[in-house]
């Protein structure tokens, strides 16, 4: 769980994550209350409570403009790759497109996690030219568009790092 | 003994290839370059041995049909040993394949290759220390300049005597506990023997569409039970399968990368700058239309100086031999066809074939190409299509056989149909040889440049009237981009040459047999029959001289030989005391655009069956009647 302290609100910690292809958030209340509230892709905000307390109902109304305010806040703070400037760097938070973008992206050495460099945009909506791992890949709009990235580490990506001890011991 | 060369696209395989086995390989720098398999024999230390360079794949799922087939042969083609090429400047990334390969379980030994441009990137790769981790030998290379090739092959001999299997390298303890499990349950169903079972597994486990058809198909039980493991596994860490697959080979991957690697400062050189050029939004485009025009040009140019003395001295040739060996006679027939035929070929379609080829050569192997796709993805974006089927329709002016095969590298079939098509009406290096050796030569280069646009406007309309009808959308353009190299003189020429024997083993012979049956037609009369069948397309629709129906028959053959047939047909090498402007010009429109060769309709027919090839035939001809007459009328009105 990415602890960030951008995101907590006043009173209670709250946790989120992005999956592949929602965002959760997970608040905790208290240590054995939590919320879980899900943005289906494409869809308005959708949530879900797991209260068991109903005094905490009166919090709800609190809450409910805060994680509004959230959603928002990490929705702009993660962006399309076709929007970057050139010459930034940023990280890849999710790619939005079906298996087949995604394994061949895979393939090319773009997973999630990864930093990637905008080195040029092609002038009325070209491609995009993105340096990665010492490669250089042309991604069209379209393609660049499904790609999701943040800029200045603020969001932490839902990547689990290898244990280094199991990958050493081959 | 058999050696396969396996690695991912525009790593060196084929150059590597061609060093043994001399050049036999197209190469070139764009990914996707070879698109068959080549096979051959090498002397290597004494040694027969047989090498066969496979088409890159970038991994061993990769959902492509051509990549299935370098798949398919190194799951089950019987070989000794695979050369696994690697590019060292995008290590990571290769290895995540090499990983794959080394699941194969059988003798395998890794190039590491292009050394130097790894250094140029700031990258020291310590190849001892990578060896150690993988566990088979890695020889460092650099294919462009043979180094290291000697001690590669040493050691693949070496290593194949030995015989000695990869073994497979330890991913993520969850995908590894799936693995044994899936890998278990294969076995008390008595699955795989050929393919290693954990290999099986986790192809299984990737929900693979090759794999999954043939098990699922004799074990339908297996099915629910697989996918049971990957649900476990996908619960454990909350994303699909084979994303948890690749993920963790990724993270294995990286780590070996940073155990062999220690990273400098990269130099920042030409490449950089030319790059900074050729990229930019401004100056991209408006060099990319210099460096074509400046192509164009250069062919043109040094065609016509080599064109002009060449005539001549076939013209003094011509008329000597009829003075010795009079036209009527049968003997003096058959000496004057072979003898236009020999001097059409040199007089005619060297002179620009030469230049024209270098020229490509020179943009294939700099890397300019896959920067004209990032160019030129905006603008086909309108036709429909996306950037990378620039590639196709550029090799396309070399020739549409390998233009139509390489719209392979396109990964949705909607695309690569389309392409295939497109590529078919472009202008190969033979219509080349009509424009510049008609248009240009006799009317100035800017009619010829003409021409092209000509055939490049009605390409995008009927692109785009393409991309309408079929349905689906393009997916986008995902290129790599490779360094910019600089030619080398040996690839060039090797290269050329390789084209050229082409032309000098199979057109040449074609061009004089059919001088000399166009001759013997003549002879006997047959050639005014056949030219007054097609009188009332060439005479009255077009407004061509008679003579001019046969030399339409032989250009399906071959479209050098209308030229040089025409030659044969009027009775002279200079051309215009024949012709009127006009006519050469509907003539050549018409050569342009009428059905594609035997050799492209073959390969047509391969790759999008015979019934399109029919169609688009047919649809080629009306197309090159509607312009021919376009430009009878056109150039009687403005010209």
Request: contains cysteine; proline residues 4%; glycine residues 8%.
């Amino acid at each position: 769980m990415g602890d960030n302290s951008k995101l907590k609100t006043e009173n209670s910690k709250l946790d989120w994550e992005i999956g592949w292809q929602s965002l959760v958030l997970n608040i905790y209340l208290d240590s054995d209350t939590m919320m879980t509230l899900v943005r289906p892709p494409g869809r308005a905000l959708k949530y879900s409570w797991k209260i068991t307390n109903p005094t905490l109902q009166t919090v709800r109304n609190y809450f409910h403009n805060r994680i509004r305010f959230s959603f928002w806040r990490v929705r702009n703070l993660m962006m399309a790759l076709d929007s970057v400037d050139i010459r930034r760097q940023v990280r890849v938070m999710m790619i939005d497109g079906g298996h087949r973008v995604r394994a061949h992206l895979n393939t090319l050495g773009i997973h999630i996690g990864d930093w990637l460099t905008v080195v040029e945009r092609a002038p009325f909506r070209g491609p995009v030219l993105v340096e990665i791992n010492g490669t250089r890949l042309a991604l069209g709009r379209g393609v660049a568009a499904k790609i999701r990235v943040e800029m200045d580490g603020a969001l932490q990506p839902l990547v689990r790092r290898q244990p280094k001890a199991e990958t050493e011991q081959r | 003994m058999r050696f396969v060369l396996a690695g991912q696209p525009n790593s060196g395989k084929s150059t590597i290839f061609n060093s043994v086995a001399g050049y036999r390989a197209a190469t070139a720098n764009f990914p996707g370059s070879s698109i068959s398999f080549t096979f051959s024999r090498a002397l290597i230390l004494g040694h027969e041995v047989e090498v066969v360079d496979l088409p890159g794949i970038y991994s061993l799922t990769s959902s492509k049909e051509d990549a299935g087939k370098a798949e398919g042969y190194l799951l089950e083609g019987s070989y000794d040993l695979i050369i696994n090429v690697v590019d060292a400047s995008r290590l990571g990334r290769s290895l995540e394949l090499t990983m794959q390969l080394l699941e194969l379980e059988r003798p395998m030994i890794v190039a590491l290759n292009m050394m130097d441009e790894a250094k140029r990137g700031g990258m020291e790769v310590d190849h001892e220390e990578l060896s150690r981790q993988i566990g088979v030998p890695v020889v460092p290379t650099v294919g462009r300049r043979g180094l290291g090739l000697k001690e590669l092959f040493r050691r693949a001999l070496q290593h194949a005597h030995q015989g000695e299997d990869s073994f497979a390298l330890t991913l993520d303890r969850e995908v590894e506990e799936a693995r044994e499990e899936v890998a278990e349950l294969l076995e008390t169903n008595g699955v795989g023997n050929s393919v290693p079972r954990r290999f099986v597994a986790e192809k299984l486990l990737e929900r693979d569409a090759h794999f999954e058809r043939e098990i699922y198909a004799q074990h339908p039980e297996l099915k629910k039970q697989v996918r049971k493991v990957a649900a476990v596994l996908q619960k454990a860490h909350g994303w699909s399968a084979d994303q948890v697959i690749s993920g963790s080979r990724h993270a294995v991957a990286h780590c070996i990368e940073e155990e062999a690697v220690t990273l400098e400062r990269p130099q920042i050189g030409w490449r950089e700058w030319a790059d900074r050029v050729f990229l930019h939004p401004w100056t991209g485009g408006p060099v990319m239309v210099a460096i074509l025009g400046l192509l164009f040009w250069v062919v043109f140019r040094v065609g016509q100086r080599l064109e002009m003395p060449l005539v001549e001295l076939t013209d003094q040739l011509g008329a000597s031999l009829a003075e010795k060996l009079p036209p009527e006679t049968l003997l003096g027939t058959l000496a004057g066809g072979a003898l236009t035929g020999i001097a059409g070929g040199v007089a005619i379609v060297l002179p620009y074939l030469l230049p024209f080829l270098i020229g490509l050569a020179i943009l294939e192997d700099s890397g300019y190409l896959p920067r004209m796709a990032y160019i030129l993805d905006n603008f086909m974006h309108r036709i429909g299509l996306h950037g990378k089927s620039v590639l196709p329709l550029i090799l396309g002016y070399g020739c549409s056989v390998p233009a139509i095969m390489s719209a392979r590298i396109l990964p949705s079939l909607r695309d690569r149909r389309i392409t295939a098509v497109l590529a078919s009406f472009i202008p190969c290096s033979a219509r080349t040889i009509v424009i510049f050796g008609l248009v240009a030569a006799y009317m100035g280069p800017w009619w010829a440049l003409g021409i092209y646009l000509l055939n490049l406007l009605i390409v995008v309309l009927l692109g785009n009237v393409l991309a309408r009808t079929m349905e689906g959308a393009s997916p986008g353009l995902i290129l790599e981009i490779p360094e910019l190299q600089l030619p080398q003189m040996k690839t060039l020429a090797a290269k050329t040459w390789l084209t050229l024997k082409e032309f000098i083993t199979i057109a040449w012979p074609l061009l004089v047999a059919s001088s000399v049956v166009l001759g013997l037609l003549e002879w006997a009369n047959a050639a005014a029959t056949i030219n007054a069948l097609l009188a009332p397309l060439t005479v009255f629709l077009l407004g061509l001289p008679v003579a001019v129906g046969m030399t339409l028959v032989f250009g399906i053959l071959r479209k050098e030989l209308t030229l040089v047939m025409l030659v044969q047909a009027l009775g002279t090498t200079n051309l215009s005391a024949v012709m009127t402007e006009g006519q050469m010009l509907t003539f050549t429109l018409f050569v342009v655009f009428y059905v594609p060769c035997v050799a492209t309709v073959a390969v047509m027919a391969k790759e999008l069956g015979w019934r399109d090839t029919a169609v688009i035939s047919a649809f080629s001809v009306v197309l090159a009647l509607v312009v021919g007459v376009a430009g009878r009328f056109g150039y009687a009105l403005f010209g």
